[in-house]
């Protein structure tokens, strides 16, 4: 059973800087997907990035030019640096991983809670 433990989140004004990490315990396998999602009140989850573990990225334009994936296989930890941060960004941010034939399994973390607010 694959677990993830999000941590990183919290209370920062408008242009400040966060940096949200997440570690997956379990077997993942040396091929996988890990990104981060988020949910705003009253919106749908939504993708704000991924990285593989062969270090391909993909990034939702909310967050192109702001935001940084990155990870570190050792440790089966993926990071995401988020910098000039927007209330609009203010949401649960979700860690995923996804593995296996396919990528038909995956995995949630319990979320982050992310304000940006002055």
């Known amino acids: 059973q694959v677990q993830l433990v999000e941590s990183g989140g919290g209370l920062v004004q408008p242009g400040g800087s966060l940096r949200l990490s997440c570690a997956a315990s379990?077997?993942?396998?040396?091929?996988?997907?890990m990104g981060w999602y988020r949910q705003a009140p009253g919106k749908e989850r939504e993708l704000v990035a991924t990285?593989?573990?062969?270090?391909?990225?993909t990034y939702a334009d909310s967050g192109k030019g702001r935001f940084t994936i990155s990870r570190d296989n050792a440790k089966n930890t993926v990071y995401l640096q988020m910098n000039s941060l927007k209330p609009e960004d203010t949401a649960v941010y979700y860690c995923?991983?996804?593995w296996g034939l396919g990528y038909r399994f995956y995995s949630w973390g319990h979320g982050t809670q992310v304000t940006v607010s002055s």
């Open positions: 995923n991983v996804k």
């Open positions: 379990g077997s993942i396998g040396s091929l996988n997907v």
């Open positions: 990285i593989t573990s062969g270090g391909s990225t």
